[in-house]
Every structure is written in structure tokens, then in C-alpha cells.
């Protein structure tokens, strides 16, 4: 049972676009999600989070926005620059999992700028 | 050290045989997690230790999996009697207190592949 799904494994966009990687989820409980992002024979870095008390959260270029209502989550980057060609994986706590890191990821999402 | 360190990189194993990855976390992180992806997968939870806790070994697969953590420091997670289902790259991440909102910091991963 795939509780956090990214039903799109890759995007190309063109440096300088928007990137949107989309992401849903089944469990009406997730009350936290987060985006990591992973480079080639690196572990996952992480991007940004947001609560279920919000519908946005900003960093520089990176934005998440949620619609609980949807149960989907996505991910906008503006300006897509060529080092964000990366995996993105959504994320989301295990239920149950209570204060702990111990989380649910989605599939990934393969996003490639091209200069 | 100044990430988390896993060793080794890539481990190349016969079906049957025992394995042992280790995992060194960032000093001071109290938290410790076992991931591990499977091609064209996302991550996959597998045990958490915490402190002096207990660990939580809810997501490891079989009982031929184990892991250790000694001194509230490095970490050891064995497979035995390896089958080629368990090739996948094996993630360790660390983080300072075990929160939702704590990033995860992974090391870069070691991939096994079981032939």
C-alpha cells in the first residue's frame, strides 16, 4: 500500500522555467510532509517542509503548497536552475511512527534542467 | 565527523552469505535511522535507534536482518543469509533530537548488490 505516491518519475524543464513535481497521499493523518532532494551516489538532502496547519511554505525559490482537502502536495522551484537536476522524494511520518523521524517517501521524481 | 559516514560504498555479495554495513552518525545527533531503496523505489524505513532506548525494528523485512549501535554512536546493520531481493542501496541518517520537523541528515548510502 503506497501511502505517499509521485506519479510522474521524471520532468525536464527548460533553466529559467517553473519546475512542479506533484505528490499525493492516501493517509487523511499525515499532518507533516517534507521534500528531500538526491544527487547521484549521494544521500537525500532536505528541501522543505510543511505542516498540515499551512497550505504554503517559502524558501527562496522553493515553495510547497498543500491541499489537504486533495490529500496532494506539490513542490514549485522558480527559477529552475541546471543544478537542481536532482530525485525529489516527498515525505511524509509514519502513522503511529509518534516524535520520531521515522517517515514514508514516495517513489521519487527524476527533474532535469537543461541550460 | 562532518557527516554521516557509511562504509563500505558498494559491497558485492554471494546469495547465502552474511553482510554488515556500518553507519558512523554526526557527533551529537541522538537519533539514528536505517533506510533502504530499491530500484526505482523510495526509501524504505527499516529501524530507529534513539539514545539507550530500545530501538524500533518495526520496519525491518525478515528476521535476517539486525542492527546494532554501540556507544550511542556508530551503527551496524547486518543481513544474513543474503537473498538477491535485498540488493538495494542502504541509507543511514542521523538527526540531533528525534522530532517530525528534524531534518534527517543520510549518508551517502552503500549499495548491495547480491548475485
Known amino acids: 500500500d503506497q501511502q505517499v505516491k509521485q506519479n510522474s518519475p521524471s520532468l525536464s524543464v527548460q533553466e529559467g522555467r517553473i519546475s512542479i513535481l506533484n505528490c499525493d497521499y492516501t493517509?487523511?493523518?499525515?499532518?507533516?510532509f517534507l521534500w528531500y532532494k538526491k544527487y547521484p551516489a549521494e544521500g537525500p538532502t532536505f528541501l522543505i517542509s510543511?505542516?498540515?496547519?499551512?497550505d504554503k511554505n517559502e524558501d527562496g525559490r522553493f515553495t510547497v503548497f498543500l491541499n489537504k482537502s486533495a490529500k496532494h502536495l506539490s513542490l514549485h522551484i522558480v527559477p529552475s536552475q541546471p543544478g537542481d537536476s536532482a530525485v525529489y522524494f516527498c515525505?511524509?511520518?509514519?502513522?503511529?511512527?509518534?516524535?520520531?523521524?521515522?517517515?514514508?517517501f514516495g517513489q521519487g521524481t527524476t527533474l532535469q534542467v537543461k541550460p | 565527523g562532518a557527516g554521516v559516514s557509511q562504509s563500505p560504498s558498494n559491497k558485492v555479495t554471494e546469495k547465502g552469505k552474511d553482510v554488515e554495513l556500518r553507519c558512523d552518525p554526526i557527533?551529537?545527533?541522538?537519533?539514528l535511522y536505517w533506510y533502504r531503496q530499491s530500484l526505482g523505489q523510495g526509501l524504505e524505513f527499516l529501524i530507529y535507534?534513539?539514545?539507550?532506548?530500545?530501538?524500533?525494528k518495526s520496519g525491518l523485512p525478515s528476521d535476517r536482518f539486525s542492527a546494532e549501535r554501540t556507544g550511542g554512536s556508530v551503527s551496524t546493520l547486518t543481513i544474513q543469509r543474503t537473498q538477491q531481493e535485498d540488493s538495494a542501496v542502504y541509507l543511514c541518517?542521523?538527526?540531533?533530537?528525534?522530532?517530525?520537523?528534524?531534518?534527517?541528515?543520510f549518508g551517502s548510502g552503500t549499495q548491495l548488490s547480491v548475485l
Open positions: 541518517a542521523s538527526s540531533k533530537i528525534p522530532t517530525v520537523g528534524e531534518k534527517l541528515f
Open positions: 515525505a511524509a511520518p509514519k502513522e503511529g511512527s509518534g516524535n520520531t523521524g521515522k517517515l514514508i
Open positions: 493517509n487523511s493523518m499525515f499532518d507533516y
Open positions: 557527533s551529537g545527533h541522538t537519533a
Open positions: 510543511i505542516s498540515s496547519i499551512k
Open positions: 535507534f534513539q539514545g539507550n532506548s530500545a530501538p524500533d
